[in-house]
Each structure stands twice: as C-alpha cells, then as structure tokens.
C-alpha cells in the first residue's frame, strides 16, 4: 500500500465531493453542508489529498496555519490517515516558520483526536466538551547556543490593557539566558512565542523585553520599534522573539 499527501487534482476534489454527499444521504453527518469551503479551498489551492494507492481517501481544506476542515473517507477509518494529515499540516507549518496553530474541533468528537495531536482548548469546559470548541498549538523550535558568557533575558506578554495600567499581570513571562553571537545578536536558547489563549488580538499584545535588567522594549509588538529590537512575525500573524538585536 503507497500514501502520499499532495495538494488535491480536480479528480480528487470530485472523489471527495462523492463520498462527503453518500456519507450525508447515508448517515446526515460529515461535511457535505461545508462542500462550497471545499471547492473553495481546492480554488485557492488549499485543499491537501491523502492518496491510498492512488485514491483520495482523506483530506484537509485550509491554510496550514488554519486548517477549516479535515475528513477520512467512512470506510478507511481506523488507519491512522487522519494523524498522518495532521502530522504533514505540523511539519509544513514547521518548515515555513509558523508558530501557532489554530482549529475549530468540530463536531465535538474530533477533540480527542486533536488532543492527541497537541492541541488544547481555549476554552476546555463541559459546554465545549459537548458542542465542540476552538483549539491551538503552539509550535516551539530550540537553538544552539553560542560560545561566550550568558546574558540573562526576559520576555513578557500582557494585555492590551498593559498600556495605561502598569499593574497589570503579565500573560507570559519568560527568564532565559542568552548569549552573543558573531553578528552581535543575542542568541536565545529557544523560541519565545508571544501568545496566551487569553489574548484575543494578537496585534495589540504588549511585550515588554529586558537584558540584564535593563529594559528594552516596552510597547506592542505591532510597533516597528519590536521589530527593531527582534520581534519577528510568523506567515499567520503570530509574534514571537528569536535573538535579540
């Protein structure tokens, strides 16, 4: 048996058209209702196949930072093409440079697959438990550190209240220790993704950055003075700090 992931042909968005209207007409479930976000994925070229020996038998429709919908053909589930999607969309996001990964765990019986993907609930209660929720993953990515004497850094993420209230508490706080590499920057350790499930615009997030103490950054990450400083940006709009300049 050969699978392959690929992005979808137009004879593959059909094979996934036929079987997403039996699944419906058979059993009222699945995602025949979404078909016109399928083609429209397919359009866009966002519409990935898991071929078996040749035939569509899973897919996933949506940018990989977000992916709309991921379906296993009735008759081959079990077989462990659902992780191999899934795996795919994490490597690939992983290869690009993105740091979070957003879905919608919908119906609610997909939550657990999810989980075993890595994925947390922004909102893990009994409501979301039974009617489906919001989930995300954050992508970390590690550095070799350079030779030289280690400088200590911290990254923090506050709200946007942040800005008029300095007593407010900090989202994510991070104490690590950096060191100087050749073109002067400073090295950390690992990725520090400026994210917190109790964020819900990204872009007016206040970072606050000091070395050894000192600040050097206290502003929102949009400001072109982060950037200036080391505040990066993922494809999907997520922050997050690398080295330090």
Not at 97 to 126: H, K, N, T, V
Not at 164 to 173: D, G, I, K, Q, T
């Amino acid at each position: 048996m050969t699978v392959t992931v690929a992005q979808a042909t137009r004879s593959n968005l059909n094979e996934i058209l036929r079987w997403l209207k039996q699944e419906d007409e058979e059993t009222g479930e699945g995602f025949w209702c979404n078909r016109t976000v399928v083609e429209s994925c397919h359009r866009d070229g966002e519409l990935l196949v898991l071929r078996e020996d040749g035939e569509a038998v899973a897919f996933l429709a949506g940018r990989v930072w977000v992916p709309d919908i991921l379906e296993v053909r009735p008759d081959r589930r079990g077989r462990g093409h659902g992780r191999l999607l899934a795996e795919h969309v994490v490597a690939e996001a992983s290869r690009i440079g993105d740091c979070l990964l957003r879905i919608e765990c919908q119906p609610a019986s997909s939550i657990p697959f999810w989980e075993r993907m890595g994925f947390r609930l922004y909102r893990d209660d009994e409501e979301a438990r039974i009617l489906g929720g919001h989930a995300y993953r954050v992508l970390g990515r590690t550095h070799a550190r350079p030779e030289g004497p280690a400088v200590a850094v911290e990254v923090e993420l506050y709200p946007e209240a942040r800005s008029w209230n300095p007593a407010v508490r900090p989202l994510l706080s991070r104490r690590l220790e950096a060191a100087r590499r050749e073109d002067g920057r400073l090295q950390l350790p690992e990725r520090v993704v400026l994210f917190s499930p109790d964020v819900p615009r990204p872009p007016e997030s206040f970072v606050r950055i000091a070395i050894d103490g000192q600040d050097v950054f206290l502003d929102k990450a949009k400001r072109d003075e982060a950037k200036a400083v080391g505040v990066e940006r993922d494809p999907g709009g997520t922050y997050y700090v690398d080295a330090l300049r």
